[in-house]
């Protein structure tokens, strides 16, 4: 009884002193005069035996008193917040003088209550046998052994904090030889965290050296109360974030880990189960993208040290990632598509956002507007003026533009570009030529590439080559090859980078696409990337904010923000070095580095207190140790049952008074609850969807999002094959495109198995050009230049798959001579901002020359122009599919009137004459015309003609 009083505190005891109003509420209780009772009113006899004398008022009973001086009390004693805190034990042996050794690492932080409990019983202890005490500590800053007073012991324990880093066993183990081993004995109670390590032996040694008869008291946590740890499991930024719990003793334990913004916000939390004797379990968060890189740290719920908390930094964090792809979906050949392979690659590292059109004004608007950190542009030449202001916004405000080179930027590429490039490609073969492929040279110190083993089979066969002369100085060379051209290039550009690739994104000019260290140089491009969600100001910054950013190799980090043993992250202390960023992976936590987060606030590097391959193992059994268990006494608080004692006695009282000196209750009248009912039934009456009823039919007719002409030219067009010629403004020459395409169309109704609808006029400016697979387009002489809006859709027709005769008409031999004069022909207006690859003339095995017809030239109205189109990439088979990997030219360019020689009447009878070879000549130019539908309609198939000679020898003909 006594021991449970001495253990009595209370949190407000100045709330006791309303028990010196309890004698004030007796008397007044006391004085207060019994209800007066209630008589019926009698009319008459009332006035009957009218006396005057005064009553004395009768005193409530001193049982009802006492039973209200019971609740005041009650009251009272609840509000002065009354707990009972047993006190904790201690075995030690205070014989002599007591040396108290505290492993104060991070591995005891989250019981460091109990361990400061248990130091204050053991204080009592030593006070009460009049024995002075040691100190020791195993972390933080080393301090003399110097024998104190327990008043002075709890002084300094009160100073002593855990540290975020493990504590030196070996070196407290040397100071206690050094400083206590010529003492004499003494009794020692060593306050362990259970954790195991290299040092354990070495103060195990010294302590039983200086303790009485050798023996130590080895105090630890009770089974499933030790320290909990938290590291990675995995890749972080492929997939889910992982992370793996792990702890050193056997028993089970089951937890929450939660994943915590910087600013401390809780975004999602994962439970783990740790069975009994396992070591680990593995919790994952797989989150949006949007909330995955606002994930600052990951923490234990509960567990408050700096073990655990894992701390994630730029590395960790997933990029989202626009892809611009300049052809159209091939899922027929996947393996020729530049974006499969940079797909595959950033897969692992990135969320890929694909533009929903391959128009490029739509796309880099839809991209730009989806707050990508990286912009990936494959062999995308010329940039029309919007797309081009667009994207150099996007880098000028901190974004990425990866590009990569193709036949189109081998004609000269624009300012997006981290230097100007020469035109024409370096092939091996080509005018400017390798004797054999090249192999990449070793990366720099101060590429990001660096520390990336390079494959020995690595090689490229084809480049686009950089203009030295005119490089500018911010250009830096991420990656060269063997004989030292660039392969890699890079510069800044306001807040962003400029990456470029000097070969293909697909196997065309080089096998490092389909190699592993394109993986890898890959992501460490996109970790040299800013995070989108981190493009806050330094001022802006707050503890925990993740951002990320390219360093150098040499360049010391600096902590920015340290944990401290609880595992909160706040300013580094004066102790803290910084540490070199090549060390930044392999570095470990001490006094001078922390863990926490170092460098620049806009690179931030994360440092954690446990890592891949620590050890965590239970502390192992100490010879010759009396081993205890301490445990923090938990508080009893007494508060809610006087409360509730007093609301018992409340309702003893109430009641007392109805079954001994109350009356019959008053009658409670019925309350109008149908009144109420009824006006709130007219208060919630739903209101009118009338106009919304007659609105429906409207939305419905507007779902497609298109306007009623423009659905009814989309059906038009897409019921039956038609062919289009675009409307050049001079009535005769869209006179002559129409029955040039109409008299084409009757011919191939005629001859094969196509029969096409009659030809439709189109704008580019405003008409839908995706219907058609063979658009016409007469260039007049008169031609203005296409907006912006209208090549992006004209490119983007091209792109997917369309295909364009762009007829001129006059005779020219060559698109050289139409594309010349400094740009100022109507072709050169025309085309000259459109991204095209190059050029040439149609060769003697094409595809156009065989599609139906065999054919040796290509006449229309006149016959001296011969007609071009996209040049082949590269010898072999593979250049007989052409540029785009459905081996069909976007775009067929000629001279020779095509329309005028196709052009028939309603009788069925040419409109024009052809010179100078007559009728065997339009006879001529109608193939040509069957053969380029034909091409278009059904692609390359026909270049397998090229194998019939030897499958033919194969067969023995």
């Given at each position: 009884m006594i021991a449970a009083l001495q253990s009595l505190s209370f949190s407000a005891p100045w709330m006791l002193a309303g028990l010196a109003a309890l004698p004030l509420i007796w008397w007044l209780l006391r004085a207060t005069p019994p209800r007066p009772d209630t008589v019926s009113f009698p009319p008459t006899s009332i006035l009957i035996g009218l006396k005057h004398r005064e009553k004395t008022p009768v005193r409530s009973p001193w049982w009802l008193t006492a039973l209200r001086m019971l609740v005041a009390a009650a009251v009272i004693g609840a509000l002065a917040g009354p707990h009972i805190k047993p006190p904790a034990t201690a075995s030690a042996t205070l014989a002599q003088p007591l040396l108290v050794v505290v492993d104060n690492g991070w591995q005891s932080a989250s019981r460091w209550a109990a361990r400061r409990a248990f130091a204050e019983q053991l204080a009592v202890l030593a006070d009460e046998s009049g024995q002075t005490m040691y100190l020791a500590a195993t972390a933080g800053p080393s301090a003399p052994l110097q024998p104190l007073t327990p008043v002075e012991f709890r002084q300094r324990f009160a100073s002593l904090v855990p540290q975020p880093y493990p504590g030196d066993r070996a070196g407290l183990a040397a100071q206690v030889e050094r400083e206590l081993g010529a003492r004499g004995k003494i009794s020692v109670a060593w306050l362990a965290d259970g954790i195991e390590d290299s040092g354990t032996a070495a103060l195990n040694k010294a302590l039983a050296a200086v303790a009485t008869g050798g023996v130590i008291d080895l105090y630890c946590d009770p089974d499933g109360a030790g320290a909990l740890a938290l590291t990675r499991a995995a890749s972080a930024n492929a997939g889910p974030i992982t992370a793996k719990v792990l702890k050193a003793e056997s028993s089970p334990h089951s937890g929450q880990v939660a994943a915590v913004t910087g600013r401390g916000e809780r975004l999602s939390v994962a439970p783990f189960d740790l069975k009994s004797g396992a070591s680990s379990a593995e919790v994952s968060f797989d989150l949006p993208l949007d909330l995955r890189n606002q994930v600052a740290r990951l923490e234990i719920v509960g567990e408050a040290s700096a073990g655990g908390v894992f701390l994630l930094d730029g590395r960790s964090q997933r990029r989202r990632v626009g892809l611009v792809a300049t052809e159209g979906n091939d899922d027929a050949q996947p393996l020729l598509s530049p974006t499969y392979y940079l797909e595959r690659a950033l897969t692992p590292f990135a969320e890929i956002v694909r533009p929903r059109t391959a128009n490029l004004d739509v796309a880099t608007a839809d991209l730009v507007a989806a707050k990508p950190s990286v912009i990936i542009l494959s062999d995308v030449g010329r940039l029309s003026g919007a797309v081009r202001e667009r994207l150099r916004a996007f880098v000028e405000d901190g974004g990425m533009l990866i590009r990569f080179a193709g036949p189109r930027l081998e004609q000269g590429g624009d300012t997006l570009l981290p230097a100007p490039l020469r035109e024409g490609g370096r092939t091996l073969g080509g005018a400017m030529t390798w004797t054999s492929p090249q192999t990449p040279a070793a990366f720099e110190e101060e590429s990001p590439f660096n520390r990336l083993a390079i494959p020995k089979d690595v090689a490229v066969t084809r480049q686009v080559l950089a203009d030295p002369a005119q490089m500018p100085r911010e250009t830096k060379v991420w990656a060269r090859l063997s004989d030292g051209t660039p392969l890699v290039t890079a510069a800044r550009r306001g807040a962003g980078t400029l990456v470029f690739f000097h070969i293909t994104a697909n196997p065309d000019w080089s096998n490092l696409p389909i190699s592993g260290l394109f993986v890898e140089m890959m992501r460490k491009t996109l970790e040299a990337s800013p995070l989108q969600l981190s493009r806050a100001t330094n001022a802006e910054a707050v503890p925990g904010d993740i951002q990320a950013a390219a360093l150098g190799q040499d360049v010391p980090l600096k902590p920015w923000r340290a944990l401290d043993g609880f595992g909160k992250l706040g300013v580094p202390g004066e102790r803290a070095q910084p540490i070199a960023a090549s060390a930044a992976d392999t570095a470990r936590v001490s006094a001078a580095n922390p863990p926490g987060l170092y460098g620049p606030q806009n690179a931030v590097r994360a440092l954690n207190t446990v890592q891949d391959g620590d050890a965590f193992a239970a502390l192992k059994a100490v010879d010759g140790a009396r081993v205890a268990v301490f445990t923090e006494a938990k508080t009893i608080a007494l508060a809610p049952w006087l409360f509730l004692a007093a609301l018992c006695l409340f309702l003893l009282d109430g009641i007392a008074c109805a079954l001994f000196l109350g009356r019959s209750a008053p009658r409670w009248r019925k309350p109008a609850a149908a009144a109420l009912a009824l006006g709130l039934a007219f208060g919630l009456v739903p209101e009118s969807r009338a106009e919304a009823r007659a609105a429906a039919p409207n939305a419905t007719a507007n779902a497609s999002g298109l306007s009623s002409e423009a659905a009814a030219f989309a059906m038009a067009a897409s019921l039956e094959t038609r062919f289009a010629y675009v409307i050049t403004g001079n009535a005769e020459a869209d006179r002559v495109s129409?029955?040039?395409?109409?008299?084409?169309?009757?011919?191939?109704?005629?001859?094969?198995?196509?029969?096409?609808?009659?030809?439709?006029?189109?704008?580019?400016?405003?008409?839908?050009?995706?219907?058609?697979?063979?658009?016409?387009?007469?260039?007049?002489?008169?031609?203005?230049?296409?907006?912006?809006?209208?090549?992006?859709?004209?490119?983007?027709?091209?792109?997917?798959?369309?295909?364009?005769?762009?007829?001129?008409?006059?005779?020219?031999?060559?698109?050289?001579?139409?594309?010349?004069?400094?740009?100022?022909?109507?072709?050169?207006?025309?085309?000259?901002?459109?991204?095209?690859?190059?050029?040439?003339?149609?060769?003697?095995?094409?595809?156009?020359?065989?599609?139906?017809?065999?054919?040796?030239?290509?006449?229309?109205?006149?016959?001296?122009?011969?007609?071009?189109?996209?040049?082949?990439?590269?010898?072999?088979?593979?250049?007989?599919?052409?540029?785009?990997?459905?081996?069909?030219?976007?775009?067929?360019?000629?001279?020779?009137?095509?329309?005028?020689?196709?052009?028939?009447?309603?009788?069925?009878?040419?409109?024009?004459?052809?010179?100078?070879?007559?009728?065997?000549?339009?006879?001529?130019?109608y193939r040509v015309g069957v053969n380029i539908a034909m091409y278009a309609l059904t692609g390359n198939y026909k270049a397998d003609q090229v194998h019939v000679p030897a499958i033919l020898e194969r067969l023995g003909h």
């Open positions: 129409q029955a040039g395409l109409a008299g084409l169309s009757r011919i191939l109704s005629a001859r094969t198995a196509v029969e096409p609808g009659e030809p439709i006029a189109v704008d580019p400016a405003k008409d839908e050009l995706v219907f058609f697979p063979l658009i016409y387009w007469p260039v007049m002489a008169n031609a203005e230049p296409l907006a912006d809006h209208v090549l992006a859709k004209v490119d983007a027709y091209m792109k997917q798959g369309g295909l364009i005769i762009f007829d001129t008409k006059n005779e020219e031999a060559s698109p050289e001579s139409l594309l010349a004069r400094g740009g100022r022909t109507p072709l050169a207006q025309l085309l000259g901002k459109l991204d095209i690859p190059p050029l040439q003339r149609v060769p003697d095995d094409h595809v156009l020359t065989r599609s139906f017809y065999l054919l040796q030239s290509f006449p229309g109205r006149w016959d001296n122009g011969d007609p071009w189109v996209e040049a082949r990439q590269e010898s072999g088979d593979a250049a007989r599919r052409g540029v785009k990997s459905d081996g069909v030219s976007s775009l067929i360019v000629t001279s020779n009137d095509l329309a005028s020689a196709w052009a028939m009447d309603d009788s069925d009878r040419p409109m024009f004459a052809v010179v100078p070879g007559g009728e065997d000549q339009r006879e001529m130019s």
